[in-house]
């Protein structure tokens, strides 16, 4: 996009004519030159490796590039991990950079004549067209917490399309500013917390702050994921893309539409008492990948650190700590367990303890499996879930001290399916001659296995009765 900018518009190929006219900087100017050299690099690869002109850094050409750069396992990462997070980190930036130019290009060549309407926010910070800027050259130098507030101030007004171009670049060059010191300082903490607590699209600022390279530097952790892969067919983004995809799945159950593909998630998004501890559980949630060891208890570590420092509750601190480190428990259990089973459900809300954490737990759960792969979700995954969260809120309601009688679990689950057959036009006969049927001939000698949610074939006896019957 950058080059043939310049070929349009500048009638050169060499990226100088741009720093030469005032659109690009030196620094820049090296992180373009390097991030093109490096992908010249990778192309010229492919074509070594398949003897013909492909320019697409394929799957199954990743692992031999990665060796032919030199890299080499570790007991940590992959070869070809280390080299795809080198990939996507130039990638990112040269992103970051065009995100800023063409913003550039398109204030002062396409509507340099324009006359913009200026609004002031605050005695730091006003929009022209529309887009937020700073009212002087020296606020993140002199006052370096306006790097926050910009993204807060966005959130509370949603109206502001963006960032015009100067200010992209002074955050850029005053980032470094964000240490161990800034993150310590108070005044900051609440600024960010400010930011997770605003009403509005959360997820969408969170985003803009990962874009221009404050949320890595704020939180090191996060900065630490940016770039960082797993190579299998199975997980098809960076942990950070997931990340911010998960967050932007969770604002979306917020919206009138999710209520046709994810009913129960646009429900309880309504009910949930701080969306807060939502956003901060997603942004943690994988966070301690790459890092050796279970990356759930990582990340319930980083969290648990993190609630303490921005002073969250100890109560909130326990909840977005559990949600971080079970928040696979519920897919895993819905899908590798038999949750017809009344033990399993006991064993889970054992687990969960009360109905706010089962909640959280599942909105959590069904934004992370539409953010790893979007041919993950499904009908089948939907009612698992579905039914794992009811039959657990119906055993925390009747408490975990009082487990249901098989006999009594036989007639809940009887009057369940009469009712669903009554819906799709079974008479009451028919049922009543499907269950003389089987009381008098046939009962389940064993548990039966299960597969995809039903049980598969089992052995028939005359023995006893039991609750598959």
Not at 105 to 121: C, M, P, S
Request: hydrophobic share 40%.
């Amino acid at each position: 996009m950058i080059g043939w900018v310049a070929k349009r518009h500048f009638g050169t190929e060499q990226y100088t004519d741009i720093v030469a006219n005032g659109f690009m900087n030196d620094a820049e100017l090296r992180i373009l030159s390097q991030g093109q050299a490096f992908l010249w690099q990778v192309r010229y690869a492919l074509h070594m490796l398949t003897d013909r002109a492909e320019d697409r850094l394929l799957f199954d050409h990743q692992r031999t590039i990665a060796e032919m750069f030199g890299f080499r396992d570790t007991p940590e990462r992959l070869a070809v991990e280390q080299f795809m997070k080198r990939y996507y980190r130039h990638v990112t930036a040269l992103a970051g950079l065009n995100d800023m130019l063409l913003q550039h290009f398109d204030e002062v060549i396409l509507r340099g004549k324009e006359t913009l309407e200026t609004v002031k926010l605050n005695e730091r910070f006003e929009t022209k067209g529309g887009y937020i800027q700073v009212r002087s050259r020296t606020l993140f130098r002199e006052r370096p917490a306006a790097m926050l507030e910009l993204f807060l101030l966005m959130a509370k007004h949603p109206e502001i399309e963006g960032v015009r171009a100067d200010t992209i670049r002074l955050i850029r060059d005053h980032r470094h500013q964000i240490d161990d010191h800034y993150r310590e300082d108070p005044r900051h903490q609440r600024l960010f917390m400010a930011i997770m607590r605003a009403p509005g699209n959360v997820p969408r600022q969170l985003r803009r702050m990962n874009r221009y390279g404050i949320l890595g530097k704020y939180l090191p952790e996060f900065g630490r994921a940016v770039g960082l892969m797993q190579h299998d067919l199975f997980h098809i983004y960076t942990v950070d893309a997931h990340t911010l995809l998960l967050l932007k799945f969770l604002h979306n159950f917020r919206k009138p539409e999710a209520k046709g593909d994810f009913p129960v998630a646009a429900a309880l998004m309504q009910q949930l008492p701080k969306l807060d501890l939502l956003w901060i559980a997603g942004l943690f949630h994988d966070i301690g990948k790459g890092r050796g060891g279970d990356h759930s208890e990582i990340g319930a570590r980083d969290v648990e650190q993190f609630c303490q420092r921005h002073n969250i509750s100890v109560h909130d601190t326990n909840l977005v700590s559990w949600l971080v480190e079970h928040h696979l428990l519920m897919s895993m259990t819905a899908q590798k367990r038999d949750i017809s089973d009344p033990d399993v459900i006991r064993d889970f809300a054992l687990i969960v303890r009360n109905e706010t954490r089962l909640d959280y737990l599942y909105v959590l759960t069904v934004a992370d499996i539409n953010a790893t792969n979007p041919t993950l979700w499904n009908g089948w995954r939907a009612s698992l879930l579905r039914q794992l969260h009811a039959e657990t809120k119906r055993a925390l309601r009747r408490g975990l001290n009082n487990p249901p009688d098989r006999d009594d679990w036989v007639r809940e689950t009887r009057t369940e399916a009469r009712s669903l057959l009554l819906t799709i036009g079974v008479n009451r006969e028919q049922i009543d001659h499907l269950w003389e049927s089987l009381g008098k001939t046939t009962s389940c000698s064993t548990r039966p296995a299960k597969s995809f949610g039903r049980p598969r074939a089992f052995s028939i006896t005359t023995s006893h009765r039991c609750r598959w019957c």
